[in-house]
T-cell receptor, first 117, second 110 residues
Framework: GAVVSQHPSRVICKSGTSVKIECRSL??????MFWYRQFPKKSLMLMATSNEGSKATYEQGVEKDKFLINHASLTLSTLTVTSAHPEDSSFYIC?????????????FGPGTRLTVT | GDSVTQMEGPVTLSEEACLTINCTYTATGYPSLFWYVQYPGEGLQLLLKATKADDKGSNKGFEATYRKETTSFHLEKGSVQVSDSAVYFC?????????FGTGTSLTVIP
């Protein structure tokens, strides 16, 4: 089946620094990738949708200047949390949708646990 | 707008008990429906799916039937195991956008 990886799996950073999280589709091309944020014991909140080669579409309430998304290729999307603060600590999950066939399916990465101290 | 409502947990069951986690949806058009499972510290894994009315998705002993008349997609398993302990999310896909329920935590005790 389709595999999506995320790197790093865990990261601890100091307040004020920036952190980049990578999301890769390993065995298929993903025209669309999604970034979610999950709070403890809560559901997934869609942050943004990114299409390869174009600007990401952010959900209401998500600061695009704080959460920078780049989808430079059909297999890689990155989320950069700029000037991180403790309230940005969360579990970030990406998913990727294929280019054809079962494009309605999303394949999820394993998630990245971000802790800002 | 489109949305998913699922049974709140947590749910605690003894091993070999029957499981039902309710899920209902609101959608325009004809969405695809999914159940995802999240084990502790991990991302989401697709458990099963159904793409049209009356379809039954099944995997690892879990089943769910897409009921258009009741707008439901309840997850069922006849005999749960300790290894089924996880959080289960109901989701729908409409226009390439996913909508997730709030998740139901299941703990199975020996």
């Amino acid at each position: 089946g389709a595999v999506v990886s995320q790197h790093p799996s865990r990261v601890i950073c100091k307040s004020g620094t920036s952190v980049k999280i990578e999301c890769r589709s390993l065995d298929f091309q993903a025209t669309t990738m999604f970034w979610y944020r999950q709070f403890p014991k809560k559901s997934l909140m869609l942050m943004a949708t990114s299409n390869e080669g174009s600007k990401a579409t952010y959900e209401q309430g998500v600061e695009k200047d704080k959460f920078l998304i780049n989808h430079a290729s059909l297999t890689l999307s990155t989320l950069t949390v700029t000037s991180a603060h403790p309230e940005d600590s969360s579990f970030y999950i990406c998913s990727a949708a294929g280019t054809g066939g079962h494009s309605y399916e999303q394949y999820f990465g394993p998630g990245t646990r971000l802790t800002v101290t | 707008g489109d949305s998913v409502t699922q049974m709140e947990g947590p749910v605690t069951l003894s091993e070999e008990a029957c499981l039902t986690i309710n899920c209902t949806y609101t959608a325009t058009g004809y969405p695809s429906l999914f159940w995802y499972v999240q084990y502790p510290g991990e991302g989401l894994q697709l458990l099963l799916k159904a793409t049209k009315a009356d379809d039954k998705g099944s995997n690892k002993g879990f089943e769910a039937t897409y009921r258009k008349e009741t707008t439901s997609f309840h997850l069922e398993k006849g005999s749960v195991q300790v290894s089924d302990s996880a959080v289960y999310f109901c989701a729908l896909n409409s226009g390439n956008q996913f909508y997730f329920g709030t998740g139901t935590s299941l703990t199975v005790i020996p």
